[in-house]
């Protein structure tokens, strides 16, 4: 009995051991990363240059663990802050159209208030009553409560309007259906490191499922090596990617450029002023790179920068959203560029438009932008869904030559981001224009966590009120949001 027994338990281990190796074979191959997430202090997923996950010390991991933790648990608590009636607040209080915590008495968001305010991104005291007042008027009072770690207002205040889509909205735009459509991003050989924790990122996120075609960008005199193009390649398995160079006419200084009156310095504050190849590169990628041969197959494209990482699954086709929503264009960030650098944009856009546009659009958003002067608001930094319909239009073609012509590209710092977003926002209703409130995505710069946390649901995200945080509340958003259609 004790033989057979124990001759039970031994073949009971092996069979479980094997059935351990099969499995964790199995799932090496399907997901050679493994299961085991690294993350930075910023809770970023952190790569190294061969495209494979850097150790982190447990000090860092915990640390990382820890701080987004901490951040969830706030959101835990935020139904116990309900929308009060002014009216019933004490009357010393006067809305001065910042956002503040005050402390009241006697367990109610109401009552007496006391000198103890404070700012939108202090916590909270646990068993602490009083209200939230934000920028746009709006009262969320608070009873008292012993549950209320890592609450700020900046959290209460920051609830987004209910038209920007859930999880379950935008799976609508999850089929099976693959567009003639194409991702593509200008680089470097220097930069190859950075590409390919882009395009390593962005397959992890969205490309793995369609597959749809890469193509890599440089400029005419910087070749491809047989080893650059294996490395990139090897960051999307079974998706086809191209490699092509920028053909000379449209990279080349234009002959009507006066180059004596090109003037590089270096600044401390302003990428680019020293840079020749930063002013072709910003004038091709506005408005020449489109035109190469080998876009001509497609209806979309997807402009991504060389130092993006994807924070989360995107669980949704955004180019069949493009095409079912009929958008031109889409992005998750905007940001402040360096109007100072460009100082005749707001002059040569004006003198290129009439009051409704050139296309003859009444809603359109140039005002908003060059109010008091350019005011620097772009698309960007990270990627741009494009319509190519729109970008090959009469109206986007005629425009950004008028715009060439003028030698703003090189006689100034003309940006990519800056005459492209001027470009869209002058010829386009704000109808065609997208808001990806969906796609986490950050840079070296800032990030954009979307507002359904089930989106990023079990990855390792950043506060969205820490700094470098990008979304609807950003300043450029806030004077681009009354004609926009946020989504």
């Known amino acids: 009995m004790k033989y057979a027994v124990h001759t039970f338990l031994k073949w009971l281990f092996v069979s479980v051991n094997v059935v351990a190796a ?16 690294i993350v930075d202090e910023l809770g970023l997923k952190a790569l190294s240059t061969d495209g494979q996950y850097e150790t982190k010390t447990p000090e ?32 010393s209080y006067v809305f001065n159209g910042e956002c503040k915590w005050f402390f009241t008495s006697d367990c109610t968001p109401y009552g007496r208030l006391e000198s103890r305010t404070q700012s939108c991104q202090d916590p909270i005291p646990s068993m602490s009553s009083g209200f939230c007042q934000c920028r746009d008027g709006q009262l969320f009072g608070k009873p008292c409560t012993s549950k209320d770690q890592f609450v700020v207002c900046s959290d209460i205040c920051s609830v987004p309007p209910a038209k920007f889509p859930s999880y379950s909205d935008l799976m609508r735009y999850n089929t099976a259906l693959k567009l003639p459509a194409v991702i593509a991003s200008f680089s470097t050989t220097k930069r190859y490191a950075r590409l390919c924790r882009t395009l390593h990122s962005l397959r992890q996120a969205f490309n793995h499922n369609k597959q749809y075609p890469i193509v890599v960008v440089h400029e005419p005199h910087d070749t491809f090596t047989e080893s650059y193009k294996r490395g990139v390649s090897g960051t999307s398995p079974s998706t086809t990617v191209h490699f092509i160079n920028a053909s000379p006419e449209y990279w080349s200084v234009p002959r009507n450029i006066n180059t004596t009156r090109i003037v590089l310095y270096k600044h401390k504050n302003i990428p680019g002023m020293d840079s020749l190849f930063y002013r072709q590169a910003a004038r091709y990628v506005t408005g020449y790179m489109h035109q190469e041969s080998i876009f001509e197959a497609f209806e979309y494209i997807m402009l991504v920068e060389d130092a993006v990482m994807f924070l989360c699954k995107i669980h949704f086709d955004p180019f069949l959203l493009m095409r079912v929503e009929n958008k031109s264009v889409g992005f998750s960030m905007m940001y402040h560029d360096f109007p100072t650098a460009m100082p005749s ?76 977003t001027l470009l869209t926002t002058s010829l386009l209703p704000s109808s065609q224009l997208y808001y990806f409130e969906g796609i986490g995505v950050a840079n070296p710069d800032a990030y954009h966590v979307p507002n359904d946390t089930y989106v990023c649901k079990g990855e390792p995200v950043p506060p969205r009120n820490s700094p470098g945080s990008n979304d609807w509340r950003h300043p450029c958003m806030q004077d681009f949001a009354p004609l926009a259609e946020l989504h």
């Not at 074979?25 to 085991?36: Q, S």
């Not at 109206?395 to 012509?405: I, K, N, Q, W």
Request: net charge positive.
């Open 22 to 37: 099969l499995f964790l074979t199995a799932r090496a191959a399907l997901h050679p990363e493994g299961n085991v997430v």
């Open 60 to 91: 860092k991991w915990k640390k990382a663990v820890d701080r987004i933790a901490a951040w969830r648990a706030g959101y835990t608590n935020l139904k116990t802050f309900k929308k009060i009636d002014p009216v019933l607040v004490d009357p």
């Open 345 to 420: 944009v707001d002059d040569r856009i004006a003198e290129a438009f009439d009051p409704k546009g050139s296309s003859g659009v009444e809603d359109y958003h140039l005002p908003y932008l060059l109010s008091g002067g350019y005011s620097g608001c772009v698309f960007g930094p990270a990627y741009l869904f494009l319509s190519l319909s729109f970008m090959r239009s009469q109206g986007f073609t005629s425009t950004f030559s008028y715009l060439d012509r003028s030698g703003g590209f090189f006689y100034e710092r003309w940006s990519q981001p800056a005459v492209f």
